[in-house]
């Protein structure tokens, strides 16, 4: 019998403990596909094909979570037993039902709502497949432990396809029959065994960093510019981090992507810069709502550290930089400054690199501290916001010949944050996903047109004559406050 080797990283293992019955980790997105008519209609049944056609090539999906006796090791993945595929793609509205979208919408807002069943594989895939506007709507979602932004992509290839004339799946010949999940007595011998290995290796990594002084010493600066910078330095007080509950809701805007571009190309930085501004516009508007004064926030923004040889790979490959957005700033194009200068600072500084240290870090200490740790990294003293972006496909995917027309990220909520952002690009469109609290942050359901006031703004400066050296000024009587904008209906 095979050796139990896929233990949970660290961090992988930190979204098990910043889970809580109100704050579940699980990544998702809120998809539309438009289907052609030529073709047969999508229903559960060939979804499943799909899935169950591909499942050989991610064997992650058929795995479930072992937790070692005592909670001393992090827990492993091992193969689900009695696997079955209809537990995980299943019907978020009958075949024959057409659902308006607002019903569509809620459906959704109920499935993100519920956290994902640890004894069971973490993902699952909700199906609509007639709305009244003629798309399909679907929903995925897939627990943090598992993925991160960049590889929660690749997996989703297990259902898209990049060709419209693609094969319709066949089943795999013979049922699928996982390994038998090992007992208690030797989860525990198997930790045991790797943690007395563990200081071994810590060794090795140390003699392997002395061997190479500058290399060592670049690293604990970047840790040390990390700690200071990042760390050390508390997020402010802010309306975004309220007591939160298990209600969950995902709204969202999509912008073309050349508007976004006219403004980088006009001042400068680069699209994510330009993105960062839209939210920071947005979330001034929603402070202006809330008749409360803007004032800055401090984000943490994940960066990918996964090579292009790992994209495909499951896990957490991340650092975590964070930066200030100046929600203050009337002016839209000092906040796009401002922003521009502050993610130019940490790229010059490699930040992320330290922070990517600081994770790996996190292994070293003992497991009873590991959970206190990442619920301290995860809480509102270290930040108020969530913002990820996700680079998606730049031309068309499909399910069974569908086009996606849309697809709204949603990037999980800890406790203590009632509001996270995700970007994600899907070919000429830029899809930005609030995802909420609605009790804890009734306002949610005005980022759409506050995310759209804000997309507005940034497109009348880009018409404008570029001054890339124009400082970001603060606005007069920027604690006022102010009458929100008019939102056009």
Request: glycine share 8%; charged share 20%; proline share 9%.
């Amino acid at each position: 019998m095979r050796s139990v080797t896929e233990r949970l990283t660290s961090l992988d293992a930190s979204f098990l403990h910043t889970e809580t019955a109100s704050a579940h980790m699980h990544v998702a997105w809120k998809g539309r596909f438009r289907p052609d008519p030529g073709r047969p209609a999508i229903s559960l049944a060939r979804v499943r094909a799909q899935v169950a056609s591909r499942l050989g090539s991610a064997p992650r999906f058929r795995m479930r979570l072992a937790f070692t006796p005592g909670g001393f090791a992090a827990p492993v993945w091992v193969d689900a037993e009695g696997f079955d595929l209809r537990r995980h793609v299943v019907a978020l509205s009958d075949a024959n039902e057409t659902l308006a979208r607002g019903e569509f919408d809620a459906r959704a807002d109920a499935v993100l709502s519920r956290p994902l069943d640890r004894t069971h594989p973490l993902w699952e895939i909700h199906l609509a497949p007639r709305l009244e506007d003629g798309s399909v709507g679907l929903v995925m979602k897939i627990h943090h432990a598992m993925v991160d932004g960049k590889s929660a992509l690749a997996v989703a290839l297990l259902l898209l396809d990049l060709d419209p004339d693609a094969p319709e799946p066949t089943l795999p010949a013979e049922p699928w029959a996982g390994d038998p999940a090992p007992g208690p007595a030797r989860l525990a011998v198997e930790a045991l065994v790797e943690s007395g290995a563990e200081p071994l290796r810590a060794l090795g990594r140390a003699a392997r960093a002395a061997g190479s002084p500058p290399r060592l010493g670049g690293t604990l600066r970047r840790a040390a510019l990390a700690v200071g910078e990042d760390v050390a330095r508390s997020a402010p007080s802010s309306f975004l981090n309220p007591p939160i509950g298990p209600r969950r809701t995902l709204v969202g805007h999509t912008v073309p992507v050349r508007r976004l571009l006219d403004v980088k190309e006009a001042w400068g930085g680069s699209l994510n810069d330009v993105g960062l501004t839209v939210v920071a516009g947005a979330l001034r508007q929603l402070a202006l709502l809330r008749r409360v004064a803007p004032a800055p926030i401090k984000v943490m923004v994940p960066v990918s550290r996964r090579g292009e040889a790992e994209a495909a790979a499951m896990g957490n490959r991340i650092a975590f930089v964070f930066i200030t957005l100046p929600v203050h700033l009337r002016d839209p194009l000092a906040r796009l400054v401002a922003i521009r200068e502050e993610t130019a600072a940490f790229k010059d500084s490699e930040r992320a690199s330290g922070g990517e240290a600081l994770l790996r870090g996190l292994g070293v200490l003992p497991q009873a501290l590991q959970a206190p740790v990442a619920r301290y990294a995860a809480s509102a003293r270290m930040y108020n916001l969530v913002v990820s972006n996700v680079p998606g496909p730049r031309m068309p995917v499909y399910l069974l010949g569908a086009e996606c027309i849309e697809v709204l990220p949603a990037i999980p909520l800890s406790e203590g944050h009632a509001l996270s952002i995700g970007v994600f690009t899907l070919r000429d469109r830029v899809c930005f996903g609030a995802y909420a609290d609605p009790e804890a942050l009734p306002q949610a359901s005005e980022l759409p047109a506050a995310l759209n006031v804000a997309t507005l703004e940034l497109s009348a400066i880009s018409a404008q004559p570029a001054q890339p050296q124009r400082k970001p000024r603060a606005a007069a009587g920027a604690t006022r406050t102010a009458r929100p904008i008019a939102v056009p209906s």
